[in-house]
């Protein structure tokens, strides 16, 4: 599975963004996916997943109600639409797959995940 992140860049708070991973690989369609992020000096920490087939999400308490997580089969890519950005924010947020096919729960500890993009960088400014 490869992964490729894109649509970050500078924005206000406030602001909205809208990330997006393309997959592809033959298996890829077939794993869990999920959003994590990593500031400067910081651990990488969970944002939001979802499982292969979209009936499982879950977010981390710090972005409920203001960022959601969908894939597109059709377009093999998941989305991380982002709402009301704070300054703190500010990350190099990543898109990773699943490590196990079919997975029927969504994991949030980075060691789960097999597959990582490159990353694509966020900053809020205030």
């Known amino acids: 599975v490869q992964l490729q992140a894109s649509g970050g860049r500078l924005v206000q708070a406030g602001g909205s963004l809208r990330l997006s991973c393309a997959a592809s690989?033959?298996?890829?369609?077939?794993?869990?996916m999920a959003w994590f992020r990593q500031a400067p000096g910081k651990e990488r920490e969970f944002v939001a997943a979802i499982t292969w087939s979209g009936g499982s999400i879950r977010y981390a308490d710090s972005v409920k109600g203001r960022f959601t997580i969908s894939r597109d089969h059709a377009k093999n890519t998941v989305y991380l639409q982002m709402n009301s950005l704070k300054p703190e924010e500010t990350a190099i947020y990543y898109c990773a797959a699943d490590g196990s096919e079919f997975r029927q729960v969504v994991q949030v500890r980075p060691g789960e995940y097999d597959y990582w993009g490159q990353g694509t960088q966020v900053t809020v400014s205030s």
């Open positions: 690989g033959r298996t890829s369609a077939r794993h869990a």
